[in-house]
Structure formats: structure tokens, C-alpha cells
T-cell receptor, first 113, second 112 residues
Framework: NAGVMQNPRHLVRRRGQEARLRCSPM?????VYWYRQLPEEGLKFMVY????????ESGMPKERFSAEFPKEGPSILRIQQVVRGDSAAYFC???????????FGSGTQLSVL | SQQGEEDPQALSIQEGENATMNCSYK?????LQWYRQNSGRGLVHLIL?????REKHSGRLRVTLDTSKKSSSLLITASRAADTASYFC????????????FGKGTKLTVNP
């Protein structure tokens, strides 16, 4: 049973470009969470999704950021018109049920030039 | 907003010593979890303690929870150099979605 898979591992974008981060949860997990981490900081919650539904997006900026978890395929975190301040590590996690431990992917390191 | 606050921010000990990290939080919780992160990697779940539990053990790990003080502690006994990592507490809050809110972490260094 493969763990949570995130790709790409590293992503370099120029200011104004779009960044697409992908996350395939563990098999059988229908709950997906996205977190952002700045250097030497903890993880900041962004969004919580279940299949085809956004449950909680209270941590996600209203503009330029969007997330989806379609019926088929991975969850996507999309950042439009990236700015330097978007540079961070973005982690995806999944769980089989609410209130259970999370399984994390290895993260995508986004660098905006 | 930050829910959990770990203390200390950094801890340096010798191999074989015990390491204690503390976590305080603000709102009512369903559960509290501890995670470990090696530099540049994803987080690994260590232990989950529910709000109606007071203590839990897993190998060399011991976690306590005091809901009256809104605090938890993680004890690592007989530490090893391989325990060097950042340790985060995370809380699952009541009355909201089941997202986990993480603290800023304690950076533990175990010197050989």
C-alpha cells in the first residue's frame, strides 16, 4: 500500500505563472488535507477536502488559491499568478476517517523566482 | 490561528538522556496528536491521545494530557541520535471540521 504521493517534489515558477501541486492519498483514504510550511515554522492548515467536496477552506487565501479532489484522480492545489511569498513547502495528508491520524506525503517545495 | 504552542522551541541533549517537550493549546479538543519531522521531509505520526485519556505509551514514547490545564507533554526516554528531529503537537478541535492545527514545534538535537 503506497503512502501519500505528492508530485512534483520540487517546483520552480516565475512570478505570475501558475503552480499545480498534486496529491494522491493512500488507498482507501477519502479525506485530504493541504498544509503550508515556511522554514522553521509549523504547518499552517489550508484546506480540507473529501471526495468532490471542500469541507473547510478557512486557511486558504481567497484569491489565487484553489483546491479540488475529484471523484477520480489526485487532489490538486492550484496557485495562480504566483508571487515570491508563495514560496514554501506544501504538504498533503490523508486519513480514512475524521478524527484519525494523518498520513503525510513528502511535500512539494515551491520556489518562486 | 496557532492552536498548539510547543515548549521549548529547541532542546539539545546527550544520547541516553530523556527529552521532554510540552504543548499548550487554547480551545476544547477531541484529540491531541504528536508528529515528528526530519529536515525537509513530511511528518510522521507518533501518537494520538483522546480527550478522555490521560496518558499513553508507545515504545520509548510517553504522552500525557491534562485537559484542565490544556496541556500535553511528550517524553522520549533513552534518546538516540536518530531521534534528532522537530516534534509537533497538533490538536483536533471540537465544534469544527476535523482539521488538525499544528504548533511551531520543538527542535530536538540528540548528541552522540
Amino acid at each position: 500500500n503506497a503512502g501519500v504521493m505528492q508530485n512534483p517534489r520540487h517546483l520552480v515558477r516565475r512570478r505570475g505563472q501558475e503552480a499545480r501541486l498534486r496529491c494522491s492519498p493512500m488507498k482507501g483514504h477519502s479525506h485530504v488535507y493541504w498544509y503550508r510550511q515556511l522554514p522553521e515554522e509549523g504547518l499552517k492548515f489550508m484546506v480540507y477536502l473529501q471526495k468532490e467536496n471542500i469541507i473547510d477552506e478557512s486557511g486558504m487565501p481567497k484569491e489565487r488559491f484553489s483546491a479540488e479532489f475529484p471523484k477520480e484522480g489526485p487532489s490538486i492545489l492550484r496557485i495562480q499568478q504566483v508571487v515570491r511569498g508563495d514560496s514554501a513547502a506544501y504538504f498533503c495528508a490523508s486519513s480514512p476517517r475524521e478524527g484519525e491520524k494523518l498520513f503525510f506525503g513528502s511535500g512539494t517545495q515551491l520556489s518562486v523566482l | 490561528s496557532q492552536q498548539g504552542e510547543e515548549d521549548p522551541q529547541a532542546l539539545s541533549i546527550q544520547e541516553g538522556e530523556n527529552a521532554t517537550m510540552n504543548c499548550s493549546y487554547k480551545t476544547s479538543i477531541n484529540n491531541l496528536q504528536w508528529y515528528r519531522q526530519n529536515s525537509g521531509r513530511g511528518l510522521v505520526h507518533l501518537i494520538l491521545i483522546r480527550s478522555n485519556e490521560r496518558e499513553k505509551h508507545s515504545g520509548r514514547l510517553r504522552v500525557t494530557l491534562d485537559t484542565s490545564k490544556k496541556s500535553s507533554s511528550l517524553l522520549i526516554t533513552a534518546s538516540r541520535a536518530a531521534d534528532t528531529a522537530s516534534y509537533f503537537c497538533a490538536t483536533g478541535t471540537q465544534g469544527g471540521s476535523e482539521k488538525l492545527v499544528f504548533g511551531k514545534g520543538t527542535k530536538l538535537t540528540v548528541n552522540p
